[in-house]
């Protein structure tokens, strides 16, 4: 009976966090200017995940079965959500592009400042779906929009340098990385673009 009841306690405890960080992957965006950014992906999936998942454990009359489930799936939630808030904590930035489908797409992005200019990092494949390169998009900074140009650069030395600036930059890349979940170099297929400001009128 005492180990029942311990059993209920840590589901409760457990189920509570999973709520505040279900909560938490949607709130933590409002502490950015400009209009809200909802979740998508992996985030959206995070913070759902962890708000069914805190609920089931939390429910008292929840089967047992489908609770020892809902503990099983909750490290990875938790993982998972964790990342997606702390990721937004610092700086992030909206860039406002295209899908290949022709569909809006709101890509946000770590930013980083060099003397030659704003530059994003990501997947090259990203950047190609989204036909960044040498396209007029929007991009949302510190609650103002405006228009920029991405240039894309595949060279080396740029893409290492720019996300070396990255990990520099943000406190959530830097433990991250100490863990594993986000490389502390370059990978061979990231790329860098640099933000150049829409020729004028």
């Not at 998942?53 to 490290?75: C, D, F, H």
């Not at 930035?93 to 770590?110: F, Q």
């Not at 900074?141 to 990990?167: F, M, N, Q, S």
Request: hydrophobic content about 50%; charged content about 20%; glycine content about 10%.
């Amino acid at each position: 009976m005492q180990r029942s009841g311990m059993a209920a306690k840590v589901s409760m405890a457990i189920g509570a966090v999973l709520l505040v960080l279900g909560v938490a992957v949607f709130a933590v965006r409002l502490v950015h200017e400009g209009p809200y950014a909802m979740p998508r992906g992996t985030n959206l999936f995070s913070g759902v995940g962890a708000l069914l998942l805190g609920g089931l454990l939390i429910w008292p009359a929840a089967p047992r079965a489908l609770r020892w489930l809902a503990l099983a799936g909750s490290p990875v939630v938790l993982v998972l959500g964790l990342y997606a808030t702390m990721a937004e904590l610092e700086e992030v930035i909206s860039l406002y592009a295209t899908d290949s489908a022709g569909r809006p797409a709101e890509l946000r992005l770590w930013i980083v400042e060099r003397e030659d200019g704003e530059w994003v990092g990501m997947p090259r494949t990203k950047a190609i779906e989204h036909g960044l390169d040498g396209a007029e998009v929007a991009i949302l900074r510190k609650g103002e929009t405006r228009c920029v140009v991405p240039v894309l650069h595949e060279d080396r030395p740029t893409v290492r340098d720019i996300h070396a600036r990255k990990v520099e930059k943000y406190a959530v890349a830097q433990a991250a990385a100490a863990i594993g979940l986000y490389p502390r170099e370059a990978r061979d297929t990231a790329v860098s673009l640099r933000l150049d400001p829409c020729p004028g009128p």
